[in-house]
């Protein structure tokens, strides 16, 4: 068993939970239920989304510990 396993079930089962909570966020909002193509729209943003602050937060750790490599080299 792969020991990346359990946090990409934590993941799976964040996703999910972030979705339901939208969607009845969403439908709540609107009026009716979402359908199919909105709750899978709806996620695809949310993907988006998520891996556009997970890529910024990487970037930025990767600056930050390049800076203390360089700082350590002079």
Same mark, same amino acid.
């Given at each position: #068993?792969?020991?990346? /396993?359990? /946090? ?5 089962? *964040?996703?999910?939970?972030?979705? %339901?909570?939208?969607?009845? /966020?969403?439908?709540?909002?609107? *009026? ?6 909105? %709750?899978?729209?709806?996620?695809? #943003? ?21 800076? #203390? ?6």
């Amino acid at each position: #068993m792969p020991h990346h /396993l359990p /946090l990409i079930i934590a993941a799976a089962v *964040g996703w999910a939970a972030c979705l %339901t909570g939208i969607a009845w /966020l969403a439908s709540d909002w609107l *009026g009716r239920a979402l359908s199919i193509a909105e %709750t899978v729209l709806l996620g695809g #943003m949310l993907g988006v989304a998520v891996a556009v602050i997970v890529q910024a937060r990487l970037q930025r750790q990767r600056r930050k510990l390049d800076d #203390m490599r360089d700082s350590a080299l002079w």
